[in-house]
């Protein structure tokens, strides 16, 4: 019995050591309210914004409706010889400037994910720290609530007792009186 009280303590102990943590990160982000996304857009190297920046054009409407139109127009031109033929029918050129395109747009583009997921892994964790400590006070509140109705068993038992003296009181009279 006495483990299971030094382990309750222990608990309690390791649970309020949490939530004076996580009140200092609350502390911490009401003086800086940015979001993580924002924190992390602050310290970027030149090569992170230039990754940012070609996975955000590549990934837009607007590029792929652009290089549809310029992909038809080649194949357009070539086929016509309207020009010349500068990439005749099987167009190894235009497949040697997208295999360009693309090894050189991949690397950028899985770069922006890398930073895109520390951003939610950080968020995430962030997220976490809010959910225990969310649940480390309602447990807290539980806790305060069992000690108020323990609390009033014990003085609705003793009201009870009370009770029960005066009646046994009240009927040890009853029967002495004549």
Known sequence: MKHLHDLKVELHSAEEKMLAHLRNLRRRHRETPESPAAAADCNLTPGQKIADAVASTMGSWRFIIIQSVLLFFWVALNITAYVSHWDPYPFILLNLALSFQAAYAAPFIMMSQNRQQDIDRKAAQTDYEINVKAELEIELL???????????????????KDLTDILHKAKIEVTRAP
């Open 142 to 160: 539980h806790q305060k609530i069992d000690q108020l109705r323990e609390l009033e068993i014990l003085n609705l038992t003793q009201a009870v």
